[in-house]
């Protein structure tokens, strides 16, 4: 490898790490680009990283998009679909009955999450979502409105998160203090 590729290379790195982190999942986002990130706190205390990635950097909710988190705190996969479910629920995603369906699908398709662990959430050009651990498949779940709730968490106007919200997407400081 050249001077001029190793230096590339070190640029691109250091501009684009949550591209490199997303790898395999940003191959079903068409020309992906970042179009914000954003930091949850809980009680002062950093909790998640979030970037969103979609084509040439524009989000709309009906074309692909990744949703990548950095596990800044150790998470267990139960905890995870409980606390999604719950998320689900405030933001009016549905009845008892089918967010709890959603719940028991994320757990045996969510690992356990370690400090430093990227997820990657991808809505692909279907509405499925696709989840990666890493540059690993988790599985997928492609049940109707499930892709709309999921996402709804983060980037929805219904989110416990606004100030978050409107960091991911852009629009407003990267850094949320959550409760």
Same mark, same amino acid.
């Given at each position: 490898?050249?001077?001029?590729?190793?230096?590339?290379?070190? /640029?691109?790195?250091?501009?684009?790490?949550?591209?490199?982190?997303?790898?395999?999942?940003?191959?079903?986002?068409?020309?992906?680009?970042?179009?914000?990130?954003?930091?949850?706190?809980?009680?002062? =205390?950093?909790?998640?990283?979030?970037?969103?990635?979609?084509?040439?950097?524009?989000?709309?909710? +009906?074309?692909?998009?990744?949703?990548? /988190?950095?596990?800044?705190? +150790?998470?267990?996969?139960?905890?995870?679909?409980?606390?999604?479910? +719950?998320?689900?629920?405030?933001?009016?995603?549905?009845?008892?009955?089918?967010?709890?369906?959603?719940?028991?699908?994320?757990?045996?398709?969510?690992?356990?999450?370690?400090?430093?662990? /990227?997820?990657?959430?991808?809505? +692909?050009?279907?509405?499925?979502?696709?989840?990666?651990?890493?540059?690993?498949?988790?599985?997928?779940?492609?049940?109707?409105?499930?892709?709309?709730?999921?996402?709804?968490?983060?980037?929805?106007?219904?989110?416990?998160?606004?100030?978050?919200?409107?960091? =991911?997407?852009?629009?407003?400081?990267?850094?949320?203090?959550? =409760?």
């Amino acid at each position: 490898m050249n001077r001029r590729t190793l230096f590339i290379s070190a /640029v691109s790195a250091m501009l684009l790490p949550g591209i490199a982190r997303a790898g395999a999942a940003l191959t079903f986002v068409p020309q992906p680009g970042l179009v914000g990130s954003g930091r949850l706190n809980i009680l002062a =205390v950093p909790v998640l990283d979030i970037s969103l990635f979609a084509p040439q950097s524009h989000w709309r909710p +009906d074309r692909p998009y990744a949703l990548q /988190v950095t596990f800044l705190r +150790d998470l267990e996969a139960r905890r995870m679909a409980g606390h999604i479910r +719950d998320e689900m629920q405030h933001i009016g995603a549905g009845d008892a009955g089918r967010l709890e369906l959603w719940k028991r699908q994320l757990e045996t398709v969510l690992p356990d999450m370690r400090r430093g662990d /990227v997820l990657t959430g991808v809505r +692909d050009q279907g509405g499925a979502v696709l989840f990666f651990h890493g540059d690993r498949s988790l599985g997928h779940i492609a049940e109707n409105g499930f892709s709309e709730a999921f996402f709804g968490i983060c980037l929805g106007p219904r989110t416990s998160q606004p100030k978050l919200r409107q960091a =991911v997407l852009g629009l407003a400081s990267a850094e949320h203090q959550g =409760v």
